[in-house]
């Protein structure tokens, strides 16, 4: 659906480009804009290499695991209808320990594996159960302690001081994460959701 939406208002772009004859301005900005969309991914493969790199190297020496024992008294709290040692557990505190240290990438195959473990233990196959709509709202809101991709594309783009921005990012995603874990424990309380 949203493919749909973007296509039809790139078409009414340009559509409406030829109508008043600006149709060289939108080839020039469709050229400088893909020009400009390489740049941007060249500039963040070195920062996302270094990182995925030392994710790789935390999962090895079990750094990960560590963190994700850390938060697992947290996750009983969360999660309650989730069984203490069921593997899903174990899949959201990856996820949450990557989504922690800034590793958006390498946090999206470990959130989708704690989606799928959460899906066998639902009750109601065709729709999300409260673990499942706790666990996106968390995964999406996620607290982060380095913004990675931010910083190198700050860094990039050549700023002058790339890391002012963690503590407004710290800040930022921990009330957004407080607000949304409250708008979804109001929400299960006034809809009635069914546990898992």
């Not at 340009?14 to 050229?31: D, T």
């Not at 799928?116 to 233990?121: A, K, S, Y």
């Not at 921005?165 to 994460?177: E, H, L, M, P, Q």
């Amino acid at each position: 659906m949203l493919n749909k939406i973007w296509f039809t208002m790139i078409c009414i772009g340009i559509i409406i480009a030829a109508i008043n004859g600006r149709m060289e301005e939108v080839s020039v900005a469709i050229l400088e804009s893909a020009e400009d969309s390489v740049m941007i991914v060249v500039k963040l493969i070195g920062p996302m290499a270094l990182w995925l790199g030392v994710m790789k190297v935390a999962e090895k020496a079990q750094l990960t695991k560590v963190l994700a024992n850390l938060f697992k008294p947290l996750a009983k709290i969360l999660f309650p209808e989730v069984p203490k040692d069921h593997p899903a557990l174990a899949s959201i505190m990856m996820n949450l320990s990557a989504n922690f240290l800034g590793l958006g990438n390498s946090a999206t195959p470990l959130g989708i594996k704690a989606m799928q473990e959460l899906q066998q233990l639902n009750s109601g196959k065709r729709s999300a159960s409260n673990a499942m709509c706790t666990f996106l709202v968390i995964n999406t809101s996620s607290v982060t302690l380095l913004p990675t991709t931010i910083l190198a594309l700050r860094i990039g783009a050549g700023s002058a001081q790339p890391t002012e921005i963690i503590g407004t990012t710290i800040f930022a995603t921990f009330c957004s994460t407080v607000v949304g874990l409250i708008a979804n424990r109001i929400l299960i309380k006034i809809s009635g959701l069914r546990e898992i």
